[in-house]
């Protein structure tokens, strides 16, 4: 089974911190993402990468950015969290040919 | 980008009852649409999905339809149990990027 896991469940950071949050995959998937989930908006793109160093903005990237040195770790980066980042933030895996995604348990982040 | 609207937000039925849920997609290149399953305090789980050259897919209780003159899809959900309560997601594939739907909670009556 594909396994996706995010280092932190639970967050509690203070506005202006910086912040990591950390997705590891084992099945050697091509493509990894992140996405923002809050109630009644769904799941939202934030960044994505096909490749180690390359990524690509997705639909809310401001406030954001990623990093992803090897294949298997891409890793969410707030630069200076704001309440307005107050989250859950998901993890996700893509071989690139089959279709399905597949996420972590997500990591949850209270910027207060 | 790709814009996919889902409704209704919420549905509650019967248990035995079926259960629909329906999305628009607003870009043709669209050509892949799944649907995500999430269990309270759980990951999203692929339950289904349909490529763009498939009108209908069936897997035991649930049916996908597409229509793509209409970029429109839905979900269909025969006998539902209590176990099929959950948040249930739509998306839509262009090229890297899936698209998600605002989410439907479903909840089954005993």
């Known amino acids: 089974d594909v396994k996706v896991t995010q280092s932190s469940r639970y967050l509690v950071k203070r506005t202006g911190e910086k912040v990591f949050l950390e997705c590891v995959q084992d099945?050697?998937?091509?493509?990894m993402f992140w996405y923002r989930q809050d109630p009644g908006l769904g799941l939202r793109l934030i960044y994505f990468?096909?490749?180690?160093?390359?990524?690509e903005k997705g639909d809310i990237p401001e406030g954001y950015s990623v990093s992803r040195e090897k294949k298997e770790r891409f890793s969410l980066i707030l630069e200076s969290a704001s309440t307005n980042q107050t989250s859950m933030y998901l993890c996700?895996?893509?071989?690139?040919?089959?279709?399905?995604?597949?996420f972590g348990e997500g990591s949850r982040l209270t910027v207060l | 980008g790709e814009n996919v609207e889902q409704h209704p937000s919420t549905l509650s039925v019967q248990e035995g009852d079926s259960a629909v849920i329906k999305c628009t997609y607003s870009d043709s290149a669209s050509n892949y649409f799944p649907w995500y399953k999430q269990e309270l305090g759980k990951r999203p789980q692929l339950i289904i999905d349909?490529?763009?050259?498939?009108g209908e897919k069936k897997d035991q209780r649930i049916a996908v339809t597409l229509n793509k003159t209409a970029k429109h899809f839905s979900l269909h959900i025969t006998e539902t149990q209590p176990e099929d309560s959950a948040v249930y997601f739509c998306?839509?594939?262009?090229?890297?990027?899936?698209?998600f739907g605002a989410g439907t909670t479903v909840t089954v009556r005993a």
């Open positions: 996700a895996s893509w071989t690139g040919t089959t279709g399905e995604l597949f």
């Open positions: 998306a839509a594939r262009v090229d890297y990027k899936l698209s």
């Open positions: 990468s096909y490749d180690v160093k390359m990524k």
């Open positions: 099945m050697d998937h091509e493509n």
């Open positions: 349909i490529r763009s050259n498939v």
